[in-house]
C-alpha cells in the first residue's frame, strides 16, 4: 500500500500537518486493554451503580420493556446503518419510520409527526420555535408557558429560543394546575403560543379544553406537552377543546427505551398538516419507484440544513433514529390496549403508594387528582429524608423545594409498572422508620 | 419483496398479552380527562413483530453488512461488546436524578472520558452534554457570544464560515442569533487568506472550521489563520467533524482553537442507529471554561465514599445552562468510553494512521485507474474527493446514477454532491477498519462502473436492480405527501 502511494512510511501520511502542531504519542491516555479486561472494569462500574429501587419519575419513566424490543434495535443491519440518504439501500430503517410517524399520529390525534428529535426538553424548544414561525396571525415573539410545565424543558427552551429573541413567558399556577383565573391578565396581548402539559410536571390535570379554547380565541398556537405513554388513556391534544392542539410534542423515552442515566431518549413531535413545512427534523413519505412499486424516502429536504444552510428551519441533523426503532417495536408489541393496561397500572399503582405514604404523620397528597405522579407535602425539608432512604437502596422520589419553592416541603414520587407490591412495601416501611414512627403508627 | 406495513398485519383483538397487566387495573379518572376512541396501533402478536421488523433490517445496507464510504460520516465498525456492556442492566436501569451514591460506577466512566477527551483534543475541559454535532455546534457558538457578551462586546455577531462548510454550521449560526458571512476556498483546498483578512473585524464572533477540512486536505495555514482571526477579537471553533484523520498526530487545541466539539458517534465509534443518536460533546480552553453547559462531573479530593459529583448551576454560574432534560445521551457516553478504554493510547494513534493510509491507498488507486482527484496535488486525510464531471459531460452518467450502481455491486455509495464546491464529486471515506481487499474490490466497482457508463449507460441510469425498491419518485413523495398509514376506509372517504 505504502508503494502504491509513493512513500514510504505511514508517518509521511501526515507531511502536510506543520511540523510545530505534530505530536508523537497522548499525554495520560491509559494503555489498551484486551476486551476481556474492559468486561471486568464494566462490570465493577456498573457493581457501583448498584440496584436501588426507584420511585422518581420527573420526565424519565421506568416501564416494563419486552426483549424483543432491544434484541431487534440491536441488529446491526439497524445498529449500525446511518442516515437513510440513500433511500434503495435503507429502505428498512425509511419504513420504521414511516410506521413510527403513523402511530405517534395515532396517539396523538394530530396529522404528521418527524423522525423525532434528540430529547423531550429539545423537542419543546424547537416546537416554541415551530409555533413563532408558524402563527401567521401573530407577530409576537412572545409564548405563554405555563409553571406546570417540566422545569428543565422550560429553561432548556428559554436557552435556545434566546439567541432567536424569543421570551417565554410565565403562567402561576392555582392547585397543581395553570391558574385559569389569572388568564385574564393577558388578554389583548400577542403571543404566538401557550404552551400546556398534560399531565402536568406534578402528575396534576389541565383543564385542556378550556386552555385551548381560551388561546385559539386569541389566535395564539397551542403546543402540548404529553408523556406519549399516557395518550393511551387521556384525550389527545389533536382533539383539545374545540380545534385541537397545532403541534404535540415530549419525552419519548417510556416507548421501550431504559431510563439509563438520563439517554439516549428521542423527542417526538407531532403537528396539523398545514404547518408540516414548518417542522424541523426529517421526516419520511411514502411514494413509488420506477416500477409503480411502493417505497419509502426522506421528503420535504428543502426545511433542512444540508439545503438550506443558514436560512434551515433548524440547525438539526442527527435524530434519535435507534430510539425511534426501539419505540416502534414496542408500541407494535404493547398495541393500545397494552399501553392503556400499562398506562392505568402505573396510575394505579402512584394512588395506592401515595394514600398509604399519606397514612404516616407528616406527609400529605397535595392534589387529589393526578395520574402517575404524585405530589406529597412533607413536615420537614425533604433532602434529608431523600438521603436516608437512599442508604436504604429506596430512591423516593424528585424533591420538588428547589424549581418549585412555593409547594415548600414537596416530594414528587412515582410508582410504574416496574415497581411490585414488594417495592412499595418496601418503600413505606422505610419510610415509616425514617420518619421515626413504628410500623403500626 | 415488499414488507407489509405493520398496520396491515392487525387482527382486531390481537396482542402479545403477556408485556402488559393481565388484570384491568382500576381508575377513578373523571371523564372529561378520557379520550373516546383507541389510537390507531397494531394489533399483532410477539411473532409477526419480530418478523416484520427481522426482514425490515434486511432491508438495509449497514456497516456489519456491507463496505460503507460515506465521506464525512466516519462509517467504521463499532465493536459489539461497547453496546453489550453499556447495556449492563445496572446502568440502564440506573435514573437520571437518582442519588450521586448510587451513581459513582457511571459517574466514574464519565469523569474519565472528560479527562480522556480533554487528552486527545488539548483542550482544558470538557462538557459530555450535547446530544449531537449540531448542538455541540450550537453549544459552541453560544459559548462564543457569551464570552462576548461577558466583555461588554455586544457587536460581534458575524460567524465566519468557509464555503465548503458543512450546513449545520451556517444554520447553527442563525439558530444562535448570528449572521453567517461564508469565505471562498482556494483551488488548492485552503482557505483563502485575502478573503479572510477583508472578512474579520469588530463585528466578528468567530470562526468555524474543520481541519481537515471537508474537501479532504489539512488546511496548512491553521496557525496563521487563528492569528488573524484573534487579532480581530473573534475566537476559533473547531468542527470536530474529521478528528479521525488526524487523532494523536495533532491536537487542535495546538492548532489555536478556543472551543470544540466532538461527534463520538465517529471518531470514537458509537453507533449511527439509523440517523443517531449521536454525541457532540464540547472542549474549551481556558478562557471559555466558565461557559460550558451543564451538568458536569466533577470529583472530590480526599477520600469519600462517593468522590464523583455532578457540577450545575451553583457551581457554574455562567454557563450557557442545560441543553437536554437531564445529560445527554449517557449511554452513547459509555459506549465511547469503553471503546477508548479498549484502543487505549496507542491504538488511538493507529486510528488516524489506518485511516489515512486507507484513504491515500483508494485514492491513488482510483487516480492510477483514470479518475480526477479533486486535489491531486494534496495528501488525503482520511477522506478524499473524486469529481466525475468529464464522465458525465461525456456519457451523462452523474454522481448520483454511480452511487446507486455501486448499491447493485454491494457497496454503500460514498457521499455525494457534498461539498457543494465540486462538481459532480464522490467524498470518499473507507475508514481504518476496512481491509485492503474491501478497497481493491471497490476500486474495482468504480472502474467496472465507469467503463459501462462509456459502453451501455442505461444498465447505470436504470441501477439499482438488486435492491427491494428501484429508484423512488422523490417529486411524488413531496407533492403528494404520504407521511402517515391510513385504513383504506379512510382513504376512500
Known sequence: MLQQIGIKDTEQLFDEIPADLRIDHFDSVPDALGEAAVIRLMRSRAAADGDAISFIGAGAYEHHIPAVVWDIATRGEFYSAYTPYQAEASQGTLQVIYEYQSMMAGLTGLDVANASLYDGATAFAEACLMAVRANRKSKSRKILVSRSVHPVYRQVAAGIVRGQGIELVELSLKDGCTDLTALKAFDGEDFAAICIQQPTFLGTLEDVDALTNWAHERTMFVVAICNPMTLSVLTPPGLWGDEGADIACGEGQPMGIPVSSGGPYFGYMVCRQAIVRQMPGRIVGRTVDLDGKPGFTLTLQAREQHIRRSKATSNICTNQGLMVTAATIYMSLLGSEGLRRTALQCHENTRSLAYRLAELEGISVAYDMFFHEAVLQLDRPVQPVIDALSQQNILAGYDLSATYPELGNALLVCATDARTEEDMDLFVAIMTAVLGQSEAA | ?493
Not at chain 2, 93 to 103: F, I, Y
Not at chain 2, 180 to 198: F, K, Q, S
Not at chain 2, 315 to 333: E, H, V, Y
Not at chain 2, 389 to 398: A, D, H, V
Open chain 2, 1 to 493: 419483496m415488499t414488507e407489509a406495513i405493520i398496520f396491515e398485519l392487525s387482527e382486531p383483538g390481537r396482542r402479545a398479552a403477556n408485556h402488559a397487566p393481565a388484570k384491568e387495573p382500576s381508575h377513578a379518572l373523571p371523564a372529561q380527562f378520557l379520550r373516546q376512541d383507541p389510537p390507531l396501533l397494531p394489533e399483532v402478536s410477539e411473532l409477526q413483530v419480530v418478523r416484520h421488523f427481522t426482514r425490515l433490517s434486511q432491508q438495509n445496507f449497514s456497516i456489519d453488512t456491507h463496505f460503507y464510504p460515506l465521506g464525512s460520516c466516519t462509517m467504521k465498525y463499532n465493536p459489539k461488546v461497547c453496546n453489550q456492556l453499556a447495556m449492563l442492566p445496572e446502568f440502564t436501569a440506573r435514573h437520571p436524578l437518582g442519588s450521586t451514591e448510587h451513581a459513582q460506577g457511571f459517574m466514574e466512566c464519565m469523569f474519565e472520558l472528560q479527562e480522556m477527551l480533554k487528552a486527545v483534543t488539548g483542550m482544558s475541559a470538557i462538557s459530555l452534554t450535547p446530544m449531537a454535532g449540531a448542538q455541540g455546534e450550537y453549544a459552541g457558538v453560544a459559548m462564543i457570544r457569551a464570552y462576548h457578551e461577558a466583555r461588554g462586546d455586544h457587536e460581534r455577531r458575524e460567524i465566519i464560515v468557509p464555503d465548503a462548510a458543512h450546513g449545520t454550521n451556517p444554520a447553527t449560526a442563525t439558530m444562535c442569533g448570528c449572521v453567517a458571512v461564508e469565505i471562498p476556498t482556494r483551488p488548492d483546498g485552503d482557505v483563502d487568506m485575502d478573503a479572510l483578512r477583508n472578512a474579520v473585524g469588530p463585528q466578528t464572533a468567530g470562526i468555524m472550521l474543520t481541519n481537515p477540512s471537508t474537501l479532504g486536505v489539512f488546511e496548512r495555514q491553521i496557525s496563521e489563520i487563528a492569528e488573524i482571526v484573534h487579532e480581530a477579537g473573534g475566537l476559533l471553533y473547531y468542527d470536530g467533524a474529521n478528528l479521525n484523520a488526524i487523532l494523536g498526530r495533532a491536537l487542535p487545541g495546538d492548532m489555536g482553537f478556543d472551543v470544540i466539539h466532538i461527534n463520538l458517534h465517529k471518531t470514537f465509534s458509537t453507533p449511527h442507529g439509523g440517523g443517531g443518536p449521536g454525541s457532540g460533546v464540547v472542549g474549551v480552553n481556558p478562557r471559555l471554561e466558565p461557559f460550558l453547559p451543564i451538568p458536569m462531573v466533577g470529583k472530590r479530593e480526599g477520600d469519600s465514599a462517593s468522590p464523583y459529583v455532578w457540577l450545575t448551576e451553583s457551581d457554574r454560574p455562567q454557563s450557557i445552562g442545560r441543553l437536554s432534560t437531564f445529560m445527554g445521551n449517557a449511554g452513547i457516553l459509555l459506549r465511547a468510553y469503553i471503546y477508548m478504554r479498549l484502543l487505549g493510547a496507542e491504538g488511538m494513534r493507529r486510528v488516524s494512521e489506518y485511516a489515512t493510509l486507507n484513504a491515500n491507498y483508494l485514492m491513488t488507486v482510483l487516480a492510477a485507474a483514470g479518475f480526477e482527484i479533486a486535489f491531486p496535488q494534496r495528501r488525503a486525510s482520511h477522506e478524499f474527493i473524486i469529481s466525475l464531471k468529464q464522465i458525465t459531460r461525456e456519457t451523462g452518467i452523474s454522481a448520483m446514477d454511480f452511487a446507486k450502481a455501486l448499491l447493485d455491486r454491494g457497496f454503500h455509495a460514498p457521499t455525494t454532491y457534498f461539498p457543494l464546491l465540486v462538481p459532480e464529486c464522490l467524498l470518499i471515506e473507507p475508514t481504518e477498519t476496512e481491509t485492503k481487499k474491501e478497497l481493491d474490490a471497490f476500486a474495482s466497482a468504480m472502474i467496472e462502473i465507469r467503463d459501462q457508463a462509456h459502453e451501455s449507460p442505461q444498465a447505470i441510469k436504470d441501477a439499482p436492480l438488486t435492491t427491494p425498491v428501484r429508484r423512488l419518485d422523490d417529486v411524488r413523495a413531496a407533492r403528494q405527501l404520504d407521511l402517515v398509514w391510513k385504513p383504506a376506509s379512510e382513504l376512500s372517504e
